[in-house]
Each structure stands twice: as structure tokens, then as C-alpha cells.
């Protein structure tokens, strides 16, 4: 069976350091991957998604980058962290070309930006 | 375009009496129609999915929805509440020509009374 990890599941961090949130898939091959952000109180937003190895789409400009180094392997990442990087960071996984591409979603990761 | 509004933010039931959360979209085309559930501090959980086969689906842990397509609807039910059902739900909705992009509902808090 698939299952998606994330690390840390917490981290604090201050202003203007940098940042790097880790997700990994097993038991599937060639997913989309997919980095989504819940501020407090608020739903989610699609910041970026990637359909293969080198391949990564922004949906929102910000202060924070993705890359995917491997097949199941996605990493977000911030040069200079701002107060508003503050939130849940959650990955999620979709089995590439099928109908209806459900999404699976990890643990996720709080970020506190101090 | 699409959209999801999800028309409670917060509901709240006694033990053992029935739910009802309500969600209306829109979509261009024919959807996929996703309920998703987060118990605080952890990732979203996929209840059920409507993907135009029958359109009363059956989930997990009791719940289902019914895809009422003249009113544009999805509302999630279950008979019976558990206090484990208290949590934050999610109406999604996703449609192939917007790229099988989830577009979330701003969620429905549930809180369950003993």
C-alpha cells in the first residue's frame, strides 16, 4: 500500500532563516506530488505541483520554492523565512493519468516563524 | 471556473443524533466531487468520492453524500454521530478541464456534544 511522509511534523523557526520540509511517497511509482499551505482558521492553497523529476509548477508567487530531486520525492524550501511563511504545510500524492486523480494527503508539517 | 461553498462553518450535534453538512459547487463540466476530513494537527483524510457513478456514495466510518446535480449539491450525512467525528470537513471539487486542480470549501467544524 502507498504512504506519504512528512518531516519535521513541527518546526519553529525565526525570521529571514532558511527552510527545507521534506515529502516522500512509497508504493507508488511517477506520482504528481503537490505542496499545499493552511494558514490558521483558513482552507488550503496549492502553492506548487509537480508531475515528474525536475518538474515544478508555481501556482502562487511567494517566497518559497519546490524541487523534486526524485521520482517520489518533494521538497519545499525558503532562502529567507517571513512571518507570514507561518502555517500548515501539507504534501499530497495523486496517481498520475488516472480519471478523477485523487489526492492523498500526508501528516503535515506546522511551521511557527517566530 | 469552479467553486465549492460549504454554507456552515461551524455544526454542532449532541452524541448519536444525526449530521448533516452542506456543500454546493460549481463546475463548468462534470466534476469529481471529493469530502475530506482533519482531526486537529493532522492531514486530510479522504472520506468518500463521487466520480458520476451512483450518486449516493458510501465512505468511511459511516458517512455518505448524495451528488444531486439539478441542485448542485453535496451534502455529507451521517445517522449517527461519535464524538470521534468531531473535526474539520472539507467539500472539494476537481474537474479534468481545470487540470484535476482541487478547489477546497472553507471547511465545516463539527463539534460533537456527549
Known amino acids: 500500500s502507498q504512504t506519504i511522509h512528512q518531516w519535521p511534523a513541527t518546526l519553529v523557526q525565526p525570521v529571514g532563516s532558511p527552510l527545507s520540509l521534506e515529502c516522500t511517497v512509497e508504493g507508488t511509482s511517477n506520482p504528481n506530488l503537490y505542496w499545499y499551505r493552511q494558514a490558521a482558521g483558513r482552507g488550503l492553497q496549492l502553492l506548487f505541483y509537480?508531475?515528474?523529476?525536475?518538474?515544478i509548477s508555481s501556482e502562487v508567487p511567494q517566497n518559497l520554492s519546490a524541487s523534486r530531486p526524485q521520482d517520489r520525492q518533494f521538497i519545499l524550501s525558503s532562502k529567507k523565512l517571513l512571518l507570514s511563511d507561518s502555517g500548515f504545510y501539507l504534501c499530497?500524492?495523486?496517481?498520475?493519468?488516472?480519471?478523477?486523480?485523487?489526492?492523498?494527503f500526508g501528516p503535515g508539517t506546522r511551521l511557527l516563524v517566530l | 471556473a469552479q467553486s465549492v461553498t460549504q454554507l456552515d462553518s461551524h455544526v454542532s450535534v449532541s452524541e448519536g443524533t444525526p449530521v448533516l453538512l452542506r456543500c454546493n459547487y460549481s463546475s463548468s463540466y462534470s466534476p469529481s466531487l471529493f469530502w475530506y476530513v482533519q482531526h486537529p494537527n493532522k492531514g486530510l483524510q479522504l472520506l468518500l468520492k463521487y466520480t458520476s457513478a451512483a450518486t449516493l456514495v458510501k465512505g468511511i466510518n459511516g458517512f455518505e453524500a448524495e451528488f444531486k446535480k439539478s441542485e448542485t449539491s453535496f451534502h455529507l450525512t451521517k445517522p449517527s454521530a461519535h464524538m470521534s467525528d468531531a473535526a474539520e470537513y472539507f467539500c472539494v471539487v476537481s474537474e479534468k478541464a481545470a487540470g484535476n486542480k482541487l478547489t477546497f470549501g472553507g471547511g465545516t467544524r463539527v463539534l460533537v456534544k456527549p
Open positions: 509537480s508531475v515528474g523529476i525536475g518538474q
Open positions: 499530497a500524492w495523486s496517481v498520475r493519468g488516472s480519471r478523477q486523480e485523487t489526492q492523498y
